[in-house]
Structures are given as structure tokens and as C-alpha cells.
């Protein structure tokens, strides 16, 4: 329906040192002008068609700022539903870049056949769960016989077992140090080891390191008086949290595992830390899912209307690449303002991770210095299509590997 945008990444270096970091961004702020004056009905269904990229968890934050903003609370078990097909979003999101991104950078081919055979999960659980498949919708039902979602879930993680983890998955959910991994890497040919076995080999552990944090769990509340004390325009194109920086990706969610504290006190959040997060978020997914499937079997409880909501509404909901907000202004039934604020616009923010990551690259060889920043953006992960840059600060001239 609309353009999603770019970013250019300007990274200027010199003597193998990076020194300097400029991100410009195109992306637009589609849905404040498309969604004002429509209804909440209006809006969730232009929100549909305005994001194809990560449309689970964007629709799923889309009715939930319009239900806060009507005062309205959705039963849990529908709550729950809603996350599960954002959690089978957040796989795809990672398979993704595992199966067809990750080979090419030692040289091999994607996987479009192993992907390919993913896709067509996200229609089966909708019509599992939902009447009609309509997940995303303010009167949205619940299928009463969810018989078939056990077996979609034992079929998803089958394929999990197979196509990531070359029939290793239950190994690699019990790796808990480093040394454990890198005996699981040396004796795996998966394509979820070849990656990481690479940047072992290569020595770039700790490449991208930064001292940016992980954002903490923001309160709604907080984040309302946040953007009421500021403008909203401005938090949602360059978000920072109490006038600082943070991350906001999926190694967010991954930092308690024993693997990833012991990797992240080694290394921080380099290279080796992303990559085995990414591939510890894959490996969960399915005990995920059976969490969320035992709620739809809890008793219903009814939800009791929230009161003095102004017609404001927030949602914040954990998507593939990191925390998604959706910020709506209801007045006289009609959306007067509506913010979208992304992962991309924290972790590639002028100031972010991405910049402060790029930033702290270093190789003498260009074409490995190259690959290092583009193995780095990949592991931070924007939603858009984005353009490096590689320009020598000595001489002005843009360098080419």
C-alpha cells in the first residue's frame, strides 16, 4: 500500500580503524497520515494492508491501542491466541535470515525449499484458532475445537528439528556454556552451526561490541506521560528513554540463558553473542507456543472495562526484530493520531547500537571489513532494505571491496 523505505549507512574509515557512522532514513510515517479520521474498525483493517512485514505482530499491536483506547480489554485466551501467531511470526522472521541470508555469507546457496515449506503455517494456526481465520479483528472469536493445534505444533517443530538444527535441536537446547558449543558447532554440519563455526574461525567473536544496553521493560504509563511530556513525531522517529540510547532486539529476550550470559560477559554483544541468540529464539519457539496453548484451555474470565482512558491508547508487543509500540488518539470515535514506533528506530537510531556497533569495527582488509559491517547489520536486523556505504574519511572517496 505504501513504500517502506530505506536506510543509507554511511560508515567512514580509515587505516582499518571505522571512525564515524551516518544513517539516514527514508521510511515514511505512513500510518499517522493514512489512519487519521477513520474508524478503529478502519484503521485495524488499513493496518493490515499497510504492513506486510511483520503484519502478525503489527496488527496485533494495532488492535490492542485501539482496544486501550476504547476502553476495552479482549479475554485472556484471545490474548493468548493473538501471541501465538505472533511467536510463529517471530520464527519465520529469524528462519529467514538463517536459511536464505546466513549461507551466503561463507559462500553457500539459501535454503528456499526448507523456507518455502514454513510459509504455510501462519494460514493453518489462524483457521486453528480463529472462526473464519480472522485473527486481528475488535470481534474476533475463538474456535471452541482446537484439536488441531497440537499436531500444527509438533509438525512446526519437526521442521525446526530438521531444517535448522539438522535433527540436533534437542543437543543445541542443551548447550549451556561455551565449551559445550563449541563442541556442538565442530560436530554439526546444520546450517544453523556453519555460521557461527565461521565467525569462530574468523576471529570475530566480539565485532560490533558496544556499550549500548538492552531497553529495560517499559510501563505503559510511563511510556503515556512520555509522550505526552514530549513530541510524539520526534519520540517515534528517534525514540530514546530517559535521554539515552538502547537496544531493542531479539538478544533482548535471550540474555538470562546460561549460553548467552556467559557468551555476552565474553564477548557483549557482538558478532557470536547475536547469532546464537537468534538461534536460541528459533529453538524455544515451540516450547512457546505450548505455553500460550495451555492458556486458551484456562476457564475464561471475563474483562472488566478500563475507566478515565481519555480516548489514548499504547500497545507494546515483542515482534521478530524487537519491541513494536502503537500509539492511537481516539476523538469522537475517529483516529485524530496514530504512531508506529519500530525496532528499526531504536537499534538504528544516529546513535544506536547499529551506529555505535559499525563504529567499533576494525580490519586492515577491506573486503573483511566490509563483510563485518554487513554481518552486523544482518544480526541487527532492519526492517527495511538499507544501502553501506563504505567511504575513506582520508580521502573522501567512497571504497569498494
Not at 341 to 347: G, H, I, K, M, R
Request: net charge neutral; charged share 20%.
Amino acid at each position: 500500500m505504501t513504500q517502506a523505505g530505506s536506510l543509507q549507512i554511511d560508515l567512514f574509515h580509515h587505516a582499518g580503524h571505522a571512525n564515524e557512522v551516518k544513517i539516514t532514513s527514508t521510511r515514511p510515517d505512513a500510518a499517522t497520515r493514512l489512519l487519521r479520521g477513520k474508524t478503529p474498525e478502519q484503521a485495524l483493517s488499513t493496518v493490515s494492508l499497510l504492513f506486510t512485514l511483520c503484519g502478525n505482530a503489527q496488527a496485533c499491536a494495532a488492535l490492542r491501542a485501539c482496544r486501550s483506547a476504547m476502553g476495552k480489554i479482549a479475554p485472556p485466551e484471545i490474548d493468548a491466541a493473538q501471541m501465538l501467531l505472533v511467536q510463529l511470526e517471530t520464527l519465520r522472521e529469524q528462519a529467514w535470515r538463517i536459511l536464505l541470508d546466513w549461507p551466503g555469507f561463507i559462500g553457500l546457496g539459501p535454503n528456499k525449499t526448507a523456507l518455502a515449506a514454513l510459509l504455510k503455517f501462519d494460514g493453518l494456526f489462524k483457521q486453528a484458532l480463529f472462526e473464519n481465520g480472522e485473527a486481528f479483528r475488535l470481534d474476533s472469536v475463538l474456535n471452541r475445537d482446537l484439536a488441531q493445534l497440537e499436531p500444527l505444533i509438533n509438525e512446526l517443530e519437526t521442521w525446526i528439528n530438521a531444517a535448522i538444527f539438522n535433527n540436533s535441536l534437542g543437543d543445541f537446547l542443551n548447550l549451556d556454556s561455551e565449551a559445550r558449543l563449541r563442541k556442538w558447532l565442530a560436530q554439526n554440519p546444520a546450517p544453523s552451526a556453519q555460521l557461527p563455526r565461521y565467525i569462530y574461525s574468523q576471529g570475530w567473536h566480539s565485532s560490533g561490541q558496544n556499550t549500548i544496553a538492552c531497553l529495560p521493560e517499559l510501563a505503559d504509563d510511563d511510556v503515556l506521560r512520555r509522550m505526552r511530556q514530549h513530541d510524539t513525531a520526534d519520540f517515534a522517529r528517534a525514540p530514546q528513554w530517559l535521554g539515552c540510547c538502547f537496544e531493542s532486539t531479539g538478544l533482548n529476550r535471550q540474555l538470562a540463558h546460561p549460553l548467552i550470559a556467559g557468551l555476552h560477559k565474553r564477548y557483549g554483544n557482538g558478532l557470536l553473542t547475536r547469532l546464537l541468540g537468534r538461534l536460541l529464539e528459533v529453538a524455544g519457539i515451540p516450547a512457546q507456543l505450548r505455553g500460550l496453548r495451555e492458556r486458551l484451555s484456562e476457564k475464561p474470565v471475563l474483562p472488566v472495562p478500563r475507566q478515565g482512558v481519555n480516548g489514548v491508547g499504547l500497545a507494546q508487543v515483542q515482534a521478530g526484530r524487537g519491541l513494536l509500540m502503537h500509539y492511537v488518539v481516539l476523538r469522537e470515535g475517529r483516529v485524530s493520531d496514530y504512531r508506529v514506533v519500530a525496532p528499526t528506530e531504536w537499534n538504528f537510531h544516529r546513535h544506536g547500537v547499529a551506529a555505535q556497533g559499525l563504529k567499533a569495527l576494525r580490519s586492515s582488509d577491506i573486503t573483511d571489513f566490509r563483510r563485518q559491517a554487513e554481518l552486523l547489520i544482518n544480526a541487527i536486523d532492519p526492517c527495511v532494505h538499507y544501502q553501506l556505504n563504505l567511504i575513506d574519511s582520508g580521502s573522501g572517496k567512497e571504497t569498494s571491496a
